[in-house]
């Protein structure tokens, strides 16, 4: 059962440009959502996790500057900017009940810079 | 601050060969404990769990035992196949208030299993 999607799949960014990015959930019985990031070496950082619409959180990280909001209980949104190397964007969902607490990705947006 | 270490960066089997890929942690509370299966061009896929000392999580074939005297939660398969080929990521969970639970990963470890 796939429960998260993400669009774009994948994007080429113009260096400079910023570049929107929406994950969707299509089980709103999990308030717990979250975005990672990969990076070219392939590791895996946590950027924010926002459980209510409305809510909105900013990051610089080495490489990119973040903007994450929580737009619906079914929709979270990632703006990045400032990208100087390509990344792949998750996002994920926190499962819980039934004894088990786990969160699941989703397939990703890879951002490449031009 | 918590953290986790994989030793192996990269792994070569033969098909039916056991496998161990080592996972150790640091953190300051009492964390759960996952490792996650990636295979090209997908994202990370939850293979197991654990949660307390001692427990066992397993999932198709793999299993690891969380250990909370030396800090470990290693990887292992008994009979690796070609379809193993992937990166495997350790991962520690920690309760966070406000903020849900965070994933703080170890570098990964990637299997080439041969036929």
């Known amino acids: 059962v796939t429960l998260l999607e993400q669009n774009p799949r994948w994007r080429l960014v113009p260096r400079g440009q910023a570049v929107n990015l929406r994950c969707i959930l299509k089980?709103?019985?999990?308030?717990?959502m979250s975005w990672y990031q990969q990076d070219l070496q392939k590791q895996l950082q946590w950027l924010f996790t926002?459980?209510?619409?409305?809510?909105?959180?900013v990051k610089s990280l080495p490489g990119a500057d973040y903007l994450a909001t929580r737009v619906t209980d079914t929709e979270l949104r990632l703006q990045v900017a400032n990208m100087s190397q390509g990344r792949t964007l998750y996002c994920t969902c926190?499962?819980?009940?039934?004894?088990?607490?786990?969160?699941?990705f989703g397939p990703g947006t890879r951002l490449l810079v031009l | 601050g918590d953290s986790v270490t994989q030793t192996e960066g990269q792994v070569a089997l033969s098909e039916e060969d056991f496998l161990t890929i080592h996972c150790n942690y640091s953190a300051s509370g009492y964390p759960a404990l996952f490792w996650y299966v990636q295979y090209p061009g997908e994202g990370p896929q939850f293979l197991f769990r654990a949660s307390r000392d001692k427990e066992k999580g397993s999932s198709r074939g793999f299993e690891a035992t969380y250990n909370k005297e030396t800090t470990s939660f290693h990887l292992q398969k008994a009979s690796v196949q070609e379809s193993d080929s992937a990166v495997y990521y350790c991962a520690l969970g920690l309760m966070q208030q406000g903020t849900g639970s965070k994933l703080s990963f170890g570098k990964g470890a990637k299997l080439t299993v041969s036929p």
């Open positions: 926190r499962v819980t009940g039934g004894g088990q607490d786990t969160q699941y």
């Open positions: 089980n709103s019985q999990y308030p717990w």
């Open positions: 926002l459980r209510s619409p409305g809510d909105k959180e």
